[in-house]
């Protein structure tokens, strides 16, 4: 699908999944998720390798503060002052943190525009007590068969592009040739900034959170033309930002979710898994990325794998 505009509710109209899957349907793009592709995705482990692409959950994430913040985690029993039977001592901890703030899905009651979610969900469903439809627990089945690597980084030679770098189709395309890989109907497609190396490397939140290198509006119709069914960056926002129409913010976000239904996984870690995709060329995988099963809530945090 070649887009002609770079209107946003232009192009959402263009590659709108509205109904596609009947009008009650809450899921949106994992319906391509068939078993008959999660059967043929198992056949991409070869050698049982297994990838964490799931950032740590402590202190040291790359929330600066303000509407999101890094995890805290409390002891609310040690054992150290219990006194039982047989010499018996048990821990229980606790977290406190938003359901977004480390690596984690966006369900597609996260964002929506002139008061409609994907599929035509009322917007003011989403109310204190959360999401009404499209909640993250929707998805609670499990996001789980073929993975895709596009590492956008290593295919420029640097080892993170600059905030503000659009990841147009033509690249897309250029960078799956280079890898000798296709992307296809129901796909996990991953593609690597490098804007987790950036953080690893500078320790910086503010910098991490100022602005990333992602994809352009431009790349909604290739994708709908793929048929993808989740798409997942390295970087916190999986589109390019500052965004390409001055006045406008998260445009991308509101085609994907609200108009395709697209499941959107951010913050990931895709350093190891990359080095050994290069080192032998294969850059499929068997992908396993079930969210937690928050009712009503329109994020969750995730540990997805990339099992070879």
Same mark, same amino acid.
């Given at each position: 699908?070649?887009t002609?505009?770079?209107?946003?509710?232009?192009?959402?109209?263009?590659?709108?999944?509205?109904?596609?899957w009947g009008?009650d349907d809450?899921?949106?793009?994992? !319906?391509?998720?068939?078993p008959?592709r999660?059967?043929?995705?198992?056949?991409?482990?070869?050698t /049982?390798?297994v990838?964490?692409l799931?950032?740590?959950?402590d202190?040291?994430?790359?929330?600066? /503060?303000g509407t999101?913040? !890094?995890?805290?985690?409390?002891m609310?029993e040690?054992?150290?002052?219990?006194?039982?039977?047989? /010499?018996f001592k048990?821990?229980?901890d606790?977290?406190?943190?938003?359901?977004?703030?480390?690596s984690?899905?966006d369900?597609?009651?996260?964002?929506?525009?002139?008061?409609?979610l994907y !599929?035509?969900?009322?917007?003011?469903?989403?109310?204190?007590?959360? %999401?009404?439809?499209?909640?993250?627990?929707?998805?609670?089945? /499990?996001i789980?068969?073929? $993975?895709?690597?596009?590492?956008?980084a290593?295919?420029?030679?640097?080892?993170?592009?600059?905030?503000?770098?659009?990841?147009?189709?033509?690249? #897309?395309?250029?960078?799956a040739q280079a890898?000798?890989v296709?992307?296809g109907?129901?796909d996990?497609l991953?593609?690597?900034? $490098?804007?987790?190396?950036?953080f690893l490397a500078?320790?910086?939140?503010?910098?991490?959170?100022?602005?990333e290198?992602?994809?352009? #509006?431009?790349?909604?119709?290739?994708?709908?033309?793929?048929?993808?069914?989740?798409?997942?960056?390295?970087?916190w926002?999986?589109?390019?930002?500052?965004?390409e !129409?001055?006045? %406008?913010?998260f445009?991308?976000?509101?085609?994907?979710?609200?108009?395709? $239904?697209?499941?959107?996984?951010?913050m990931?870690?895709f350093?190891?898994?990359?080095?050994?995709?290069?080192?032998?060329?294969?850059?499929?995988f068997?992908?396993?990325?079930p969210? #937690?099963?928050?009712?009503?809530?329109?994020g969750?945090?995730?540990?997805?794998?990339?099992i070879?």
């Amino acid at each position: 699908m070649t887009t002609s505009t770079n209107d946003m509710r232009e192009l959402g109209a263009q590659v709108r999944n509205w109904g596609r899957w009947g009008d009650d349907d809450e899921r949106g793009t994992t !319906n391509l998720i068939t078993p008959e592709r999660v059967a043929a995705a198992a056949g991409l482990i070869r050698t /049982g390798e297994v990838f964490e692409l799931g950032i740590p959950l402590d202190a040291d994430g790359p929330q600066p /503060g303000g509407t999101r913040i !890094n995890p805290i985690r409390l002891m609310s029993e040690n054992g150290q002052e219990q006194v039982l039977p047989g /010499g018996f001592k048990w821990a229980d901890d606790y977290v406190f943190m938003p359901l977004q703030a480390g690596s984690q899905y966006d369900s597609l009651s996260h964002v929506h525009y002139d008061g409609q979610l994907y !599929n035509g969900h009322p917007g003011d469903g989403v109310t204190i007590k959360g %999401a009404d439809k499209c909640g993250i627990h929707t998805q609670a089945k /499990g996001i789980a068969g073929r $993975g895709v690597l596009l590492d956008i980084a290593a295919h420029r030679g640097v080892d993170w592009l600059d905030a503000g770098e659009a990841i147009d189709p033509d690249e #897309l395309d250029a960078v799956a040739q280079a890898q000798g890989v296709d992307v296809g109907p129901g796909d996990i497609l991953l593609f690597r900034t $490098g804007w987790r190396a950036k953080f690893l490397a500078e320790h910086d939140p503010q910098s991490f959170m100022a602005g990333e290198p992602g994809l352009s #509006l431009r790349s909604a119709g290739w994708l709908r033309d793929r048929d993808v069914a989740v798409v997942g960056s390295d970087n916190w926002a999986v589109e390019v930002l500052p965004g390409e !129409n001055p006045g %406008a913010v998260f445009e991308l976000h509101m085609v994907l979710i609200r108009d395709m $239904g697209v499941t959107l996984a951010e913050m990931l870690d895709f350093e190891e898994l990359a080095a050994a995709c290069a080192d032998d060329g294969r850059y499929d995988f068997f992908f396993a990325g079930p969210p #937690l099963k928050f009712t009503r809530g329109v994020g969750s945090p995730i540990n997805p794998l990339a099992i070879r």
